[in-house]
């Protein structure tokens, strides 16, 4: 099955970035947020996107522009009734998922193929929420979208098989590289990388390095884009906190347990880079400053 028309459920950070790689891979996408400033933010983060890359030289102004003629942004869950695929990029809590793909199993056709972005929820359990369990799936794409080049995608005991092969092939078009990976909460990448985030923290409240020692090394030892404080400020301190504790909940293993400082971090709103504060202070954006532990 070919997949053209494309729904985004959330048009914010991450699901601006899905809508956006979508429509200049030849998608027609329809990308849905719940109200007006909401929808008009994300649609201008696009085009802030779109006109840097025009910038560039890396897109011609008439692609841009059959690009802006295939995206179009609702507020209306109704306008994604045609759709071929609808990803989901909404909060990650249950229960508004839960509501959300009731009223989406409703609108769509059963033929419809769903994907949630869940970095850590369950896919059977969301699955399970609708009437089409074969053809439901985890597409788990990464920050800043446009840019990186992965995207995970999930299957369950309940996929259709085929289903499943068709949407590799889509993430394909979509100019990324589609990995295979089952329904184990944090699946290949948070699997990973979370253990290690939580231990640059750990290595950091042991008092073994500084804040800008501990990035430097694993950026310059390892050869890594960011070191890990920089990328815990990079991806949030809330959302990291966040699918720690779903880990921990799923495998009981010390790796997935926050650590003190995390947690408190957390609860004194220093989320990263959002808040303007987090393992740096980022009052002035172009020299963020470490944070000292004394
Ligand atoms: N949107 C679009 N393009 C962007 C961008 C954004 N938000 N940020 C950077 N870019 C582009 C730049 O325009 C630039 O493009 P060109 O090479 O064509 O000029 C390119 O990316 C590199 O950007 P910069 O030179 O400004 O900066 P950089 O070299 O430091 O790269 C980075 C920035 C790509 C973010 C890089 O630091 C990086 O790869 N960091 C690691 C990011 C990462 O690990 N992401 C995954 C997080 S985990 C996750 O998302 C999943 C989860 O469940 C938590």
């Known amino acids: ?166 949407l590799l092939a889509f993430a394909g078009k979509l100019g990324k590289t589609p990995v295979r990976t089952s329904d184990r909460t944090g699946f290949i990448v948070n699997r990973l990388l979370v253990p290690y985030l939580l231990d640059a923290i750990r290595v950091l409240e042991d008092g073994v390095a500084s804040v800008e020692d501990i990035d430097n090394s694993m950026k310059l030892g390892c050869g890594h884009p960011m070191g890990p404080l920089t990328l815990l400020d990079f991806v949030g301190l809330d959302t990291t906190y966040y699918i720690a504790n779903i880990m921990f909940d799923e495998f009981r293993e010390k790796r997935f347990a926050s650590p003190p400082l995390l947690k408190r971090m957390v609860m004194a709103g220093w989320n990263g880079r959002k808040a303007g504060r987090g393992f740096y202070d980022y009052s002035d954006p172009a020299k963020p400053r470490p944070l000292q532990l004394t």
């Open 1 to 166: 099955m070919a997949i053209q028309k494309v729904g985004v459920v959330g048009c914010g950070l991450m699901g601006s970035g899905i809508a956006q790689v979508c429509a200049q891979a030849g998608c027609d996408v329809v990308v849905r947020e719940v109200s007006e400033p909401l929808l008009d933010k994300g649609l201008k983060s696009i085009e802030k996107n779109l006109a840097r890359l025009v910038e560039k030289g890396t897109l011609t102004t008439e692609a841009r522009d059959q690009v802006r003629g295939r995206l179009r942004g609702t507020t209306k869950l109704e306008d994604l009734g045609d759709r071929d695929l609808v990803i989901e990029v909404i909060i990650e809590q249950l229960p508004a998922k839960k509501e959300l793909y009731a009223a989406l199993d409703n609108i769509c056709s059963p033929e419809t193929i769903f994907a949630s972005n869940t970095s850590s929820l369950s896919i059977t359990e969301m699955a399970m929420f609708t009437k089409r369990p074969g053809r439901f799936f985890g597409m788990h794409f990464f920050n800043p979208v446009p840019v990186m080049k992965l995207v995970e995608v999930i299957r369950t005991i309940a996929s259709d098989n085929q289903v499943y092969e068709d």
